[in-house]
Antibody, heavy 119, light 109 residues
Framework: VQLVESGGGLIQPGGSLRLSCVVS????????MTWVRRAPGKGLEWVSV???????SHADSVKGRFTVSRDNSRNTLYLEMNSLRVEDTAVYHC??????????????WGQGTLVTVSS | SFVLTQPPSVSVAPGQTATIPCARD??????VHWYQQKPGQAPLLVLY???DRPSGIPERFSGSNSGNTATLTISRVEAGDEADYYC????????????FGGGTKLTVL
């Protein structure tokens, strides 16, 4: 299984970016796929999820600004990020969430892509 | 949503045992999962469901969960275990269901 993110970079506050996560070895449409970020000097923070059925959810900190989606034909996960803020600066990882029957954990992760929001 | 509290750092000599606690609000029993992250690398799942090890994780990694505290224990610590460790739970009743602890930096002296 491989998850490879891309699309990060330096962007001014208020700008937009689209992150991609190309997945191999598992099928995104059958999986619960998420984005998790780590800001400099901080810990891990869940950002967004798209469940296998297509339902999406986002953390309050990004709701209304970020949108998660997928392209089943490309087996790729996306994160559309608008109205970016300085506090969105982080390494963004895509990860698969596995359901145990009671809860979820993340069993496969990508290396991440760095997003820097700065003027 | 609730909070998971981890100590910012733990230090241990090679060959000794490291214990990393994860304290949570009294919100009832929850399974706890643990991740290891080394600089510049993806997080790695080291324990799930409190104490189960994914394939490839050494038996030196073990876990427990009792009362309000889950604990990751690393026996016979090696230099390669130096990393940040995060606990995580899932709260089905929350709009922010995936919760991580703040992370613990394990330093091997």
């Amino acid at each position: 299984v491989q998850l490879v993110e891309s699309g990060g970079g330096l962007i001014q506050p208020g700008g937009s970016l689209r992150l991609s996560c190309v997945v191999s070895g598992l099928t995104v449409r059958n999986s619960h796929m998420t984005w998790v970020r780590r800001a400099p000097g901080k810990g891990l923070e869940w950002v967004s999820v798209i469940y296998n059925g297509g339902t999406t959810s986002h953390a309050d900190s990004v709701k209304g600004r970020f949108t998660v989606s997928r392209d089943n034909s490309r087996n790729t996960l996306y994160l559309e990020m608008n109205s970016l803020r300085v506090e969105d600066t982080a390494v963004y990882h895509c990860a698969r969430a596995t359901f145990t029957g009671m809860d979820y954990y993340f069993d496969y992760w990508g290396q991440g892509t760095l997003v820097t929001v700065s003027s | 949503s609730f909070v998971l509290t981890q100590p910012p750092s733990v230090s241990v000599a090679p060959g000794q045992t490291a214990t990393i606690p994860c304290a949570r609000d009294n919100i009832g029993p929850r399974s706890v999962h643990w991740y290891q992250q080394k600089p510049g690398q993806a997080p790695l799942l080291v324990l799930y469901d409190d104490s189960d090890r994914p394939s490839g994780i050494p038996e030196r990694f073990s876990g427990s969960n009792s009362g309000n505290t889950a604990t990751l224990t690393i026996s016979r610590v090696e230099a390669g275990d130096e990393a940040d460790y995060y606990c995580q739970v899932w709260d089905s009743s929350s709009a922010h269901p995936w919760v991580f602890g703040g992370g613990t930096k394990l330093t091997v002296l």
